[in-house]
């Protein structure tokens, strides 16, 4: 359902069958099975999917492979029943369906490339020049291949057509037919005779002088992104969604499976023939061509790998991702190397990286993963700020684009440029949780600190004095480098210590001279630079703790700091300055009080304070919000306010008008203002609303207290 909701606008490309218990046999036992259903997250909806009953469960079991009840059946763009792949399958179908491909073609053995560029091919020579042709095809370009001695070219489109182009003549040579769904990708073979396609129906193999089908391959619809021929052209890869399948080209046997990871965009055999190459994700994995078996994974950047080459010599590859990186893999010695590779090798790289369309979120993918790591050298760091301001130029609000455009900043020196757009981003992206960290905020400690920007330091590093992030979290390492540049060396250690200090010396003497105690000058150094904030924070805390208001914090710690340093004094204002305000949290101490009678005047006057400001905060307030409220004004004595907010909490409480809580000081608050029968009128009510006026409860205690001012 929550895949349904979130697809919104792709219905078209997909249905969703529900099968339910196969012991229901008829349609009204099926709706009585619906009724929580559409009442709960369809909140009263008809269900916009079609509803299948099979009580004999037969047809279900044989035609369609279920095997457990309740189950969700996945049907591809192309009417295909996505068997094994589940959701995420169609998920990476629909973002295929989305990004529209990245049609790029290049051959090795010319140099020659073809492109797509506002739906027109425009081939390139390795000398520069370049030509342009004209598509016939009604749809988007989706797939592209060039022959190996650059004569043909094959281009397929949205509207499943696929054509040949005769590039000497640059005209249409001839159409193939038998494509039934989108093509996403284009093989030929190494002797040019034969063409390969990937897609949502099927992989299929054409002989060009026939024009004809070769025998089917066993697909089994398999939906694939990628093919590849090996050396020889007797074998076929093609990469689909976790899996890469080999067959045999004359037969259409399959030879292997391979399993992978993730989506499989790119696939290459090396030119020995032995090793297959694979485009696992943001990965690139190495098979053995003959049997499948696992080789190697070189781990890549942080988007996907579309594109793959191998040197003559089969020692080296080369991949390409959808955010432009062009990388180079020894296969020998199982390694990135960034020298060594082919001249030829490298420029054929680097025109793919050039050539493929840029994609906003592979940039900032691509960008960031390299600029959260310190001590990347200085070329990674400088393609990570390409990439970043070509981001923002491109999408120049995107919060994400401007983080990683601040953290490249920073990475490359240039620390005082670097804190503008990574103040753009924390505008703008929503509040940090353990999950979601602001790493924004930990560069703009690095890089005010490091533009010698003291105030803006501070202020940031006072924003993440509670931030805590999961170790595993690559924000992690970038929180304690900031730490560690702000205070000094091992700063997470010490941050540790500072804090256990305060909570047992709870001055800034008392906490200095045990600082001093520690034996490690390093160490012992930077607890002291954390102790006026660990003192600071803690006497915050306190103070939130005891008002959860922010003016009486503000007010409390200008109290308790008194007889503390300067720096102390100023850290702890900037630490309250930070306090917020949270409605639930309000609401909830201040009906801790309200709820019990007889208490201290001083202790009704704060939780009135609480309540009020619960309510101004509330964007929507709820009976329960104004029944606090009411209940505080009672015991402040604000007997005609109360009365008021508490009819209105009687109107909105879902339990209804005889709610106890309402009942119960609307008849006290009567009885104060003088309307004794009315006042008798709403505690019958509430005599009548609660079973057992004996047991120990909130509202048990109301009425035994509204009974004894009001009289039995």
Aim: glycine share 6%; net charge neutral.
């Amino acid at each position: 359902m929550q895949f349904y909701a979130g697809h919104r606008n792709q219905r078209d490309y997909f249905e969703i069958l529900a099968f339910h218990d196969p012991s229901v046999k008829t349609l009204p036992e099926l709706r009585q099975k619906l009724k929580p259903i559409i009442q709960g997250p369809w909140k009263g909806q008809s269900l916009p999917f079609p509803i299948l009953l099979d009580a004999t469960e037969q047809t279900h079991r044989t035609n369609w492979g279920i095997r457990a009840y309740p189950t969700v059946v996945l049907i591809d763009p192309e009417g295909r029943l996505l068997e094994d792949e589940g959701h995420l399958g169609l998920e990476q179908i629909l973002d295929s369906e989305r990004a529209g491909g990245c049609p790029l073609a290049l051959s090795s053995e010319t140099g020659w490339s073809a492109v797509v560029q506002s739906n027109r091919v425009r081939l390139s020579s390795p000398a520069g020049s370049a030509a342009t042709v004209e598509p016939i095809q009604s749809g988007p370009i989706t797939a592209l291949a060039l022959s190996s001695n650059a004569r043909l070219l094959a281009a397929a489109s949205r509207d499943r057509s696929l054509r040949i182009w005769d590039l000497n003549r640059q005209a249409p040579a001839f159409s193939l037919r038998g494509q039934q769904g989108t093509v996403l990708g284009l093989a030929f073979s190494p002797d040019n005779r034969l063409l390969a396609s990937a897609g949502f129906d099927a992989t299929r193999v054409w002989d060009l002088e026939t024009r004809q089908l070769l025998p089917a391959l066993s697909t089994n619809h398999f939906v694939s992104w990628s093919v590849a021929f090996s050396p020889d052209g007797g074998t076929l890869a093609a990469g689909g969604f976790r899996a890469v399948r080999c067959w045999e080209v004359a037969t259409g046997r399959e030879r292997c499976r391979i399993v992978t990871k993730s989506i499989n965009r790119a696939v290459s055999f090396s030119p020995d023939g032995q090793t297959l190459a694979v485009g696992d994700g943001h990965d690139i994995t190495l098979w053995q061509s003959a049997t499948g078996a696992a080789l190697a994974r070189f781990v890549g950047p942080a988007s996907e790998v579309t594109w793959l080459a191998w040197s003559p010599d089969s020692h080296l590859l080369a991949s390409v991702s959808r955010g432009g990186t062009p990388q180079y893999w020894d296969i020998t010695r199982r390694e990135e190397t960034a020298e060594g590779a082919p001249t030829a090798l490298r420029l054929i790289a680097l025109r793919a990286a050039q050539q493929l369309p840029e994609d906003v979120t592979a940039l900032v993918e691509e960008s960031w993963a390299t600029s959260i790591r310190a001590g990347a050298n200085a070329s990674a760091y400088a393609r990570a700020l390409g990439q970043a301001e070509r981001a923002v130029h491109l999408a120049p609000g995107n919060p994400e684009a401007l983080r990683a455009l601040g953290g490249a900043l920073y990475r490359n020196g240039r620390y005082a440029e670097a804190a503008e757009p990574l103040a753009r981003c924390d505008e703008r992206l929503p509040r940090p949780t353990y999950w979601a960290p602001p790493v924004q905020r930990m560069f703009l400690v690095l890089a005010h600190r490091r533009a010698g920007h003291d105030a803006q330091a501070r202020s940031a590093i006072i924003s993440l004095w509670e931030t805590r992030v999961d170790p595993e979290h690559p924000a992690a390492r970038v929180l304690n480098e900031a730490f560690g540049v702000y205070f000094g060396p091992r700063a997470e250690e010490a941050r540790e210590l500072a804090t256990r200090l305060v909570l047992h010396h709870p001055t800034a003497a008392a906490a200095g001279a045990a600082a001093g105690d520690l034996p490690n000058p390093e160490l012992r150094q930077t607890v002291e630079s954390l102790l006026p904030y660990a003192l600071a924070h803690q006497k915050v805390q306190q103070a939130n703790e005891q008002f959860l208001l922010k003016a009486k914090v503000l007010e409390q710690v200008e109290k308790m700091t008194a007889n503390d340093p300067d720096e102390v004094r100023q850290l702890t204002r900037e630490f309250a300055s930070r306090v917020s305000e949270d409605p639930s949290s309000l609401n909830s101490a201040a009906w801790e009080v309200v709820s019990t009678p007889d208490l201290a005047g001083d202790l009704y006057d704060l939780a009135l304070a609480q309540a009020e400001r619960a309510y101004q905060l509330d964007s929507a307030p709820a009976s329960g919000t104004l029944n606090t409220l009411g209940v505080a004004q009672y015991r402040a004595g604000q007997f005609a306010h109360a009365l008021a907010t508490l009819q209105k909490s009687r109107r909105l409480n879902s339990q209804g008008p005889d709610a106890p809580e309402d009942l119960a000081f609307i008849a006290m608050t009567q009885f104060h203002l003088g309307r004794n029968a009315e006042a008798r009128k709403s505690l019958q009510r509430l005599r009548a609303a609660i079973q057992n006026p004996n047991e120990d409860t909130d509202s048990a205690r109301f009425l035994r207290e509204a009974t004894a001012l009001i009289g039995p």
